[in-house]
Structure formats: C-alpha cells, structure tokens
C-alpha cells in the first residue's frame, strides 16, 4: 500500500512542470519520506514539513493551468503522509516507551493492598 502510494506521489509531482516552484520542494520531501520507509512506524519520527497549499495553490485561480497538476500532487503527498504517519495504537506507544527506556519494568509501580482489602461491602475496617 505504501510503495503505491509512494510511486502515484512521485509520478503526480513529476507531472509538474520543471519550471515549477512547487517539484524540487515536493521531490526532497518524497526522498525523505522514501528513506524513513524502511524504518518502523514508531521508529520515524515526526511527520516531514508539507509545503504551504495555500501559497502553491490556493492562491491560484480557479482557470490557472498549474492549479489542477499541483493540487493532484499535493493531494498524492497528503495521502502518502497520512498513510505513513497514522497515529500510533496504544500498544506500539507502549512498546516504544520500554524501547526507549521511558518506563522500564522496574519502573511500573505496584498497585498497593488497601486496608479494606478482602473485606465485603457489608464489612468496614477502622
């Protein structure tokens, strides 16, 4: 799912045209993303500065020729960054705490008997 995402990002920023301002900025950031692929998803990092849409594209008319081929590509990149940057589940946050020495096992603290402990509710201990 990724390497297509990855290859449909690449194709639509490589349909800009050369002049354009917005293909070196969105082809550094597809080699950057191409070179944390191979990296575990918690293992990443933050997801990579987007280029501003609103300075590329919203700022061109509706009838501008680079409008439609810029919105495509920054479309494309917004999907893959999406795809490779979810949000981690609960379990892998928990496994990259221990990875990362944040909590360890000896760190968890052990839930303390209360004095009322085994008593029933009908049970009161002073």
């Not at 449909?8 to 917005?22: G, I, K, M, T």
């Not at 303390?112 to 509710?121: F, I, V």
């Amino acid at each position: 799912m990724a390497s297509d995402l990855m290859q449909r990002a690449v194709e639509s920023c490589e349909a800009l045209e050369l002049n354009d301002p917005l293909r070196p900025k969105l082809l550094e950031l597809l080699g950057d993303v191409r070179s944390r692929m191979t990296e575990t998803r918690a293992d990443r990092g933050r997801r990579p500065p987007v280029p501003d849409k609103r300075q590329y594209v919203n700022q061109l008319g509706a009838s501008h020729p680079r409008r439609p081929a810029r919105m495509a590509a920054c479309d494309a990149v917004d999907q893959l960054l999406d795809h490779m940057w979810r949000p981690l589940s609960s379990t892998e946050r928990a496994r990259k705490r221990r990875r990362t020495g944040v909590i360890g096992p000896l760190n968890v603290r052990k839930r303390r008997k209360s004095k009322n402990w085994g008593a029933g509710p009908e049970t009161v201990v002073h």
